[in-house]
C-alpha cells in the first residue's frame, strides 16, 4: 500500500517548494499538483524538480493545471510540459478533472494526439471526475466506459 500527500506547486511567495516537500520525506511519496495553468506554464521545470534531487521523496502522481480542457491549444500545452516534468521525476501517473463539455470536441485530440504520446511514454491519465451531465464525461459510468476503451 502507498500514501501519499498532495502538495501544491507554489504559485505565490507564501512558501518554500523545498520546505513544503521537506516535511514528507518520512511519508515516502507525494502527489505534485498544479492549479493555474497561466502560472504553470511560465514556471521553470527545474524549480519543480530541483528539490527532489536532494530528498528521498518521491512523486506519485502529478495533478495536471485545472481549465477548461476543451481549449486544446492550452490543453497542448499544459500537457506536453506535465510530460517532461512526468518523466524527469519518473512518475508515470498524472491526474486529471474532466471540465465541463462534450466528449466529441475532445474524443479525436485524445485519441489522434494525446493517447499515443501516453502510451509511447507509458504514462497514464487518472481521471477523476464529479457526477454531472454537463462534465465531458457525464459521470463514473462514462467515465469508466473510455478508460475501458483507451
Not at 518554500?16 to 520525506?25: D, M, R
Not at 497542448?76 to 474532466?98: E, G
Not at 502510451?119 to 471526475?129: G, L
Request: net charge positive; aromatic share 14%; glycine share 6%.
Amino acid at each position: 500500500m502507498q500514501f501519499s500527500v498532495r502538495v501544491s506547486f507554489p504559485e505565490n511567495e507564501k512558501y518554500g517548494w523545498f520546505g513544503a516537500i521537506k516535511i514528507f520525506e518520512r511519508v515516502g511519496f507525494i502527489e505534485v499538483a498544479f492549479f493555474n495553468s497561466d502560472l504553470f506554464l511560465g514556471i521553470d521545470i527545474g524549480e519543480i524538480i530541483k528539490p527532489f534531487a536532494k530528498i528521498n521523496l518521491k512523486v506519485s502522481s502529478l495533478h495536471f493545471a485545472q481549465f477548461s480542457l476543451v481549449n486544446l491549444d492550452l490543453f497542448a500545452k499544459v500537457f506536453h510540459k506535465t510530460i517532461r516534468i512526468a518523466k524527469c521525476l519518473d512518475c508515470n501517473s498524472i491526474v486529471i478533472h474532466p471540465s465541463m463539455g462534450k466528449l466529441k470536441a475532445m474524443g479525436n485530440f485524445l485519441k489522434k494526439k494525446i493517447d499515443p504520446i501516453l502510451e509511447k511514454e507509458k504514462i497514464y491519465f487518472c481521471w477523476e471526475t464529479f457526477e454531472s451531465k454537463r462534465r465531458i464525461f457525464g459521470g463514473p459510468e462514462n467515465l469508466a466506459n473510455y478508460c475501458r476503451m483507451h
